[in-house]
């Protein structure tokens, strides 16, 4: 079953746009973490928030975790068409097995 | 350090025809995982090992599906016979530390993409 779900399902916006995209889950965690995937590519990492963190920041990438409301958000801040691609929310709890469980992503474009 | 080696990167077979994908793990990871990612949707976790041992295979079908990790290191992933709705990447994972320890060190390999006509 799949733990999160993902809001909004596809964005489109231009280049130099913020885009914003959040995610929902379901059981406790122990860390959220955040993936990209290029069409028809491999899952590449993006960033790790534990859940004793409520923000964490890499480059242009802002995250945000409430564990109250059992939610994050990915910010990608000044976005470029190299941005275009889907990208995945997943949690892992280690009192369940450790695996990470996967949202069914939002898919992002970006117009030049 | 080498990464998680997954073949054939793609296979096309007819339905009802029998395919095996396999899987080496980044050295030393002692849990390992199958995923199955239809187009359009999130990779779903199928079976998870640690070291040799099933941890977790409630979402594998097993009437078509298995897998099996000997010696706790490679692992190959078998659907016998293929249905039209098993096309999808498959993705092999590893991990480090063994579950319940803290850290983290999931990696993905690149997947084998099957599409059954």
């Known amino acids: 079953s799949q733990q999160g779900e993902e809001d909004p399902q596809a964005l489109s916006i231009q280049e130099g746009e913020n885009a914003t995209m959040n995610c929902s889950y379901k059981t406790s965690i122990n860390n959220l973490q955040w993936y990209r995937q290029n069409s028809g590519r491999g899952l590449v990492h993006l960033i790790l928030i534990r859940s004793n963190e409520r923000e964490k920041h890499s480059g242009r990438l802002r995250v945000t975790l409430d564990t109250s409301k059992k939610s994050s958000s990915l910010l990608i801040t000044a976005s470029r068409a190299a941005d275009t691609a889907s990208y995945f929310c997943?949690?892992?709890?280690?009192?369940?097995?450790?695996?990470?469980?996967f949202g069914q992503g939002t898919e992002l474009s970006v117009k030049p | 350090e080498a990464g998680v080696a997954q073949s054939p990167r793609y296979k096309i077979i007819e339905k009802r025809q029998s395919v095996a994908f396999w899987c080496n793990p980044i050295s030393g990871h002692a849990t390992l995982y199958w995923y199955q990612q239809i187009l359009g949707q999130g990779p779903k976790l199928l079976i998870q090992f640690q070291n040799n041992g099933v941890v977790d295979d409630s979402q594998l079908p097993k009437d078509r599906f298995s897998a099996e990790r000997l010696k706790g290191v490679d692992s190959t992933l078998k659907i016998q016979p293929a249905k039209l709705e098993d096309s999808a990447v498959y993705l092999c994972a590893s991990s480090w530390p063994p579950q319940g320890q803290g850290g983290d060190g999931y990696t993905f390999g690149s997947g084998t993409r099957l599409t059954v006509v």
């Open positions: 997943a949690t892992r709890n280690y009192n369940q097995g450790g695996k990470l469980i």
